[in-house]
Protein backbone atom coordinates (compact mmCIF):
# COMPACT_ATOMS: atom_id res chain seq x y z
CA UNK A 1 0.00 0.00 0.00
CA UNK A 2 1.12 3.31 -0.79
CA UNK A 3 0.67 6.31 1.12
CA UNK A 4 2.17 9.26 -0.95
CA UNK A 5 4.80 10.17 1.55
CA UNK A 6 7.17 11.13 -1.26
CA UNK A 7 4.58 12.94 -3.35
CA UNK A 8 6.15 15.74 -5.73
CA UNK A 9 9.55 15.00 -4.19
CA UNK A 10 13.05 14.13 -6.17
CA UNK A 11 15.29 11.84 -5.37
CA UNK A 12 19.13 10.09 -6.39
CA UNK A 13 19.46 6.27 -5.48
CA UNK A 14 23.08 5.38 -6.00
CA UNK A 15 24.17 1.20 -5.21
CA UNK A 16 21.43 -0.16 -7.16
CA UNK A 17 22.83 -3.49 -8.64
CA UNK A 18 20.33 -6.35 -9.12
CA UNK A 19 16.92 -7.26 -7.38
CA UNK A 20 18.66 -8.29 -4.02
CA UNK A 21 20.14 -4.87 -3.72
CA UNK A 22 18.68 -2.46 -1.30
CA UNK A 23 18.51 0.58 -3.12
CA UNK A 24 16.47 -1.32 -5.69
CA UNK A 25 13.65 -1.76 -3.39
CA UNK A 26 14.00 1.89 -2.26
CA UNK A 27 14.23 3.14 -5.56
CA UNK A 28 11.06 0.77 -6.11
CA UNK A 29 9.65 2.35 -3.09
CA UNK A 30 10.72 6.14 -3.71
CA UNK A 31 8.27 5.54 -7.41
CA UNK A 32 5.67 4.03 -5.43
CA UNK A 33 5.67 6.90 -2.88
CA UNK A 34 5.32 9.47 -5.81
CA UNK A 35 8.78 10.56 -5.80
CA UNK A 36 10.74 10.93 -9.74
CA UNK A 37 14.38 9.46 -9.18
CA UNK A 38 17.44 8.83 -11.10
CA UNK A 39 19.57 6.26 -10.37
CA UNK A 40 23.51 6.37 -10.67
CA UNK A 41 26.03 3.59 -10.52
CA UNK A 42 29.25 2.82 -11.98
CA UNK A 43 29.68 1.83 -16.04
CA UNK A 44 30.93 -1.32 -15.28
CA UNK A 45 28.30 -2.56 -12.88
CA UNK A 46 24.95 -0.86 -15.62
CA UNK A 47 26.51 -3.41 -17.76
CA UNK A 48 27.10 -6.20 -15.54
CA UNK A 49 24.08 -5.52 -13.64
CA UNK A 50 20.04 -5.35 -13.66
CA UNK A 51 20.24 -1.58 -13.58
CA UNK A 52 19.13 -0.57 -17.27
CA UNK A 53 16.10 -2.84 -16.87
CA UNK A 54 15.40 -0.76 -13.63
CA UNK A 55 15.78 2.13 -14.89
CA UNK A 56 13.38 1.08 -17.91
CA UNK A 57 10.80 -0.57 -15.39
CA UNK A 58 10.85 2.95 -13.37
CA UNK A 59 11.27 5.00 -16.02
CA UNK A 60 13.92 7.23 -14.42
CA UNK A 61 17.44 7.76 -16.15
CA UNK A 62 20.60 5.58 -15.12
CA UNK A 63 23.92 7.86 -14.70
CA UNK A 64 26.92 6.30 -14.98
CA UNK A 65 29.30 7.27 -12.11
CA UNK A 66 32.30 6.22 -10.25
CA UNK A 67 31.53 7.30 -6.65
CA UNK A 68 34.74 7.79 -6.19
CA UNK A 69 35.41 10.56 -8.57
CA UNK A 70 34.69 13.91 -7.26
CA UNK A 71 33.83 14.96 -10.99
CA UNK A 72 31.76 12.10 -11.69
CA UNK A 73 29.46 12.82 -8.44
CA UNK A 74 29.21 16.53 -9.71
CA UNK A 75 27.66 15.59 -12.59
CA UNK A 76 25.18 13.09 -11.56
CA UNK A 77 23.94 15.89 -8.76
CA UNK A 78 23.98 18.41 -12.32
CA UNK A 79 22.59 15.89 -14.56
CA UNK A 80 19.59 14.66 -12.11
CA UNK A 81 18.41 18.25 -11.39
CA UNK A 82 18.16 19.22 -15.26
CA UNK A 83 16.36 15.57 -16.08
CA UNK A 84 14.19 15.86 -12.70
CA UNK A 85 13.63 19.63 -12.61
CA UNK A 86 14.68 20.84 -9.93
CA UNK A 87 16.70 20.56 -6.51
CA UNK A 88 16.85 17.02 -4.90
CA UNK A 89 14.80 16.31 -2.18
CA UNK A 90 16.49 12.84 -1.20
CA UNK A 91 19.53 11.04 -1.48
CA UNK A 92 20.66 7.36 -1.20
CA UNK A 93 24.16 5.82 -0.71
CA UNK A 94 23.90 2.50 -0.87
CA UNK A 95 27.91 1.86 -2.03
CA UNK A 96 30.52 -0.69 -0.23
CA UNK A 97 33.36 -2.73 -1.66
CA UNK A 98 36.35 -4.34 0.30
CA UNK A 99 39.13 -6.18 -2.41
CA UNK A 100 40.70 -7.16 0.91
CA UNK A 101 37.22 -9.29 1.88
CA UNK A 102 37.07 -10.46 -1.89
CA UNK A 103 40.58 -11.69 -1.79
CA UNK A 104 40.28 -13.52 1.55
CA UNK A 105 42.67 -11.24 3.56
CA UNK A 106 42.61 -11.64 7.60
CA UNK A 107 42.38 -8.54 9.23
CA UNK A 108 45.58 -8.79 10.72
CA UNK A 109 47.35 -9.02 7.63
CA UNK A 110 44.83 -6.45 5.17
CA UNK A 111 46.86 -5.21 2.07
CA UNK A 112 46.83 -1.50 2.52
CA UNK A 113 46.33 -0.21 -0.80
CA UNK A 114 43.38 -2.50 -0.75
CA UNK A 115 42.14 -0.68 2.58
CA UNK A 116 42.36 2.56 1.09
CA UNK A 117 40.29 1.53 -1.81
CA UNK A 118 37.68 0.39 0.96
CA UNK A 119 37.94 3.45 2.62
CA UNK A 120 37.53 5.50 -0.70
CA UNK A 121 34.62 3.64 -1.97
CA UNK A 122 32.33 2.78 1.23
CA UNK A 123 32.82 5.59 3.13
CA UNK A 124 35.08 8.81 1.34
CA UNK A 125 32.38 8.37 -1.28
CA UNK A 126 29.86 9.50 1.05
CA UNK A 127 32.17 12.86 2.09
CA UNK A 128 32.49 13.22 -2.02
CA UNK A 129 29.06 12.84 -2.89
CA UNK A 130 27.52 15.51 0.11
CA UNK A 131 30.41 18.13 -0.96
CA UNK A 132 29.88 17.23 -4.35
CA UNK A 133 26.16 18.14 -3.73
CA UNK A 134 26.85 21.11 -1.52
CA UNK A 135 29.04 23.49 -3.38
CA UNK A 136 26.13 23.14 -6.18
CA UNK A 137 23.55 23.96 -4.05
CA UNK A 138 21.78 20.96 -5.45
CA UNK A 139 19.54 19.42 -2.36
CA UNK A 140 16.46 21.50 -1.51
CA UNK A 141 15.93 22.80 1.83
CA UNK A 142 14.76 19.86 4.56
CA UNK A 143 16.31 17.67 2.10
CA UNK A 144 17.05 14.17 3.80
CA UNK A 145 20.26 12.07 2.93
CA UNK A 146 20.70 8.34 3.91
CA UNK A 147 23.62 6.18 4.13
CA UNK A 148 23.20 2.33 4.49
CA UNK A 149 25.42 0.59 7.72
CA UNK A 150 25.67 -2.11 9.64
CA UNK A 151 26.57 -2.76 13.31
CA UNK A 152 30.06 -3.72 12.99
CA UNK A 153 31.23 -0.33 13.03
CA UNK A 154 30.08 -0.04 16.93
CA UNK A 155 30.74 -4.02 17.52
CA UNK A 156 33.25 -6.58 16.22
CA UNK A 157 31.47 -9.15 13.97
CA UNK A 158 33.64 -11.82 12.74
CA UNK A 159 34.82 -11.93 9.03
CA UNK A 160 33.73 -8.39 8.47
CA UNK A 161 36.95 -7.51 7.59
CA UNK A 162 37.88 -3.67 7.08
CA UNK A 163 34.32 -3.35 5.80
CA UNK A 164 34.07 -2.15 9.49
CA UNK A 165 36.48 0.55 9.62
CA UNK A 166 34.99 2.07 6.53
CA UNK A 167 31.24 1.70 8.42
CA UNK A 168 32.59 3.68 11.54
CA UNK A 169 33.86 6.23 9.02
CA UNK A 170 31.01 6.30 7.40
CA UNK A 171 28.79 7.31 10.17
CA UNK A 172 30.90 9.98 11.53
CA UNK A 173 30.74 11.38 8.48
CA UNK A 174 27.35 11.70 8.66
CA UNK A 175 27.31 13.06 12.10
CA UNK A 176 30.23 16.18 11.34
CA UNK A 177 28.62 16.93 7.92
CA UNK A 178 25.11 16.67 9.57
CA UNK A 179 26.12 19.57 11.42
CA UNK A 180 27.51 21.91 8.52
CA UNK A 181 24.70 21.00 6.10
CA UNK A 182 21.83 21.16 9.12
CA UNK A 183 22.95 24.52 9.81
CA UNK A 184 23.22 26.03 6.78
CA UNK A 185 21.05 24.25 4.52
CA UNK A 186 18.33 22.50 6.72
CA UNK A 187 19.83 19.29 5.01
CA UNK A 188 19.64 16.45 7.65
CA UNK A 189 21.87 13.49 7.32
CA UNK A 190 21.27 10.01 8.66
CA UNK A 191 22.80 6.52 8.97
CA UNK A 192 20.89 3.39 8.81
CA UNK A 193 22.54 0.16 10.90
CA UNK A 194 20.53 -2.65 8.80
CA UNK A 195 20.33 -6.03 9.74
CA UNK A 196 22.93 -8.29 7.94
CA UNK A 197 20.80 -8.69 4.39
CA UNK A 198 21.68 -11.44 1.52
CA UNK A 199 22.55 -9.25 -0.90
CA UNK A 200 25.32 -9.34 -3.73
CA UNK A 201 27.79 -7.05 -1.56
CA UNK A 202 26.66 -9.04 1.67
CA UNK A 203 27.18 -12.24 0.22
CA UNK A 204 30.88 -11.71 0.02
CA UNK A 205 31.18 -11.21 3.68
CA UNK A 206 33.20 -15.06 5.42
CA UNK A 207 30.22 -16.24 7.16
CA UNK A 208 27.67 -14.29 6.27
CA UNK A 209 25.31 -16.98 6.35
CA UNK A 210 25.99 -17.49 10.13
CA UNK A 211 25.99 -14.18 11.19
CA UNK A 212 22.52 -13.67 9.38
CA UNK A 213 21.14 -16.90 11.24
CA UNK A 214 22.95 -15.67 14.60
CA UNK A 215 21.05 -12.04 14.03
CA UNK A 216 18.22 -13.93 13.57
CA UNK A 217 18.29 -16.04 16.82
CA UNK A 218 18.97 -13.07 19.00
CA UNK A 219 16.37 -10.31 17.43
CA UNK A 220 13.21 -10.05 19.12
CA UNK A 221 11.83 -9.32 15.74
CA UNK A 222 13.86 -10.84 13.72
CA UNK A 223 15.91 -10.08 11.19
CA UNK A 224 14.81 -6.79 8.75
CA UNK A 225 14.00 -7.45 5.27
CA UNK A 226 15.51 -5.54 2.22
CA UNK A 227 11.98 -4.26 1.69
CA UNK A 228 11.73 -3.41 5.46
CA UNK A 229 14.94 -1.41 5.27
CA UNK A 230 13.57 0.05 2.05
CA UNK A 231 10.60 0.95 3.91
CA UNK A 232 12.55 2.66 6.57
CA UNK A 233 14.43 4.44 3.88
CA UNK A 234 11.04 5.69 2.60
CA UNK A 235 9.94 7.12 6.10
CA UNK A 236 13.43 8.97 6.81
CA UNK A 237 13.00 10.45 3.34
CA UNK A 238 9.71 11.86 3.95
CA UNK A 239 8.65 14.93 5.77
CA UNK A 240 7.65 13.03 9.11
CA UNK A 241 11.57 12.98 10.24
CA UNK A 242 12.05 16.50 9.36
CA UNK A 243 14.36 16.58 13.07
CA UNK A 244 16.08 13.53 12.68
CA UNK A 245 19.80 14.30 11.72
CA UNK A 246 23.31 13.20 12.31
CA UNK A 247 21.57 9.58 14.19
CA UNK A 248 23.35 6.39 13.30
CA UNK A 249 19.62 4.37 13.50
CA UNK A 250 19.19 0.56 13.92
CA UNK A 251 17.18 -1.00 11.86
CA UNK A 252 17.64 -5.05 12.95
CA UNK A 253 14.63 -5.85 14.79
CA UNK A 254 16.02 -5.40 18.11
CA UNK A 255 19.33 -7.11 17.64
CA UNK A 256 21.64 -3.81 18.83
CA UNK A 257 20.11 -3.83 21.99
CA UNK A 258 20.15 -7.63 23.01
CA UNK A 259 22.91 -8.92 25.32
CA UNK A 260 21.55 -12.52 25.47
CA UNK A 261 18.32 -14.54 24.13
CA UNK A 262 16.64 -17.15 24.90
CA UNK A 263 17.33 -19.42 22.25
CA UNK A 264 21.00 -18.72 22.02
CA UNK A 265 21.20 -19.89 25.62
CA UNK A 266 19.34 -22.87 24.81
CA UNK A 267 22.40 -23.51 21.96
CA UNK A 268 25.12 -22.36 24.50
CA UNK A 269 23.81 -24.71 26.90
CA UNK A 270 23.36 -27.54 24.65
CA UNK A 271 27.14 -27.27 23.48
CA UNK A 272 28.34 -27.47 26.62
CA UNK A 273 31.23 -30.09 27.77
CA UNK A 274 29.83 -31.42 30.67
Not at 28 to 50: C, D, F, H, P, W
Not at 54 to 72: H, M, R
Not at 170 to 193: C, D, H, P
Not at 202 to 216: C, I, N, Q, R, Y
Request: include cysteine.
Amino acid sequence: MAYGLLKGKRGIIFGALNDQSIAWKVAQKAVEEGAVITLSNTAIAIRMGQVKELGEQLNCEVIPADATSFEDLEEVFKRSQEVLGGKIDFVLHSIGMSPNVRKGRAYDDLDYGMLSKTLDISAISFHKMLQAAKKQDAIAENGSIVALSYMAAQRTMFGYNDMADAKSLLESIARSFGYVYGREKKVRINTISQSPTMTTAGSGVSGMDKLFDFAERISPLGNASAEECADYCIVMFSDLTRKVTMQNLFHDGGFASMGMSVEAMSVYEKGMTK
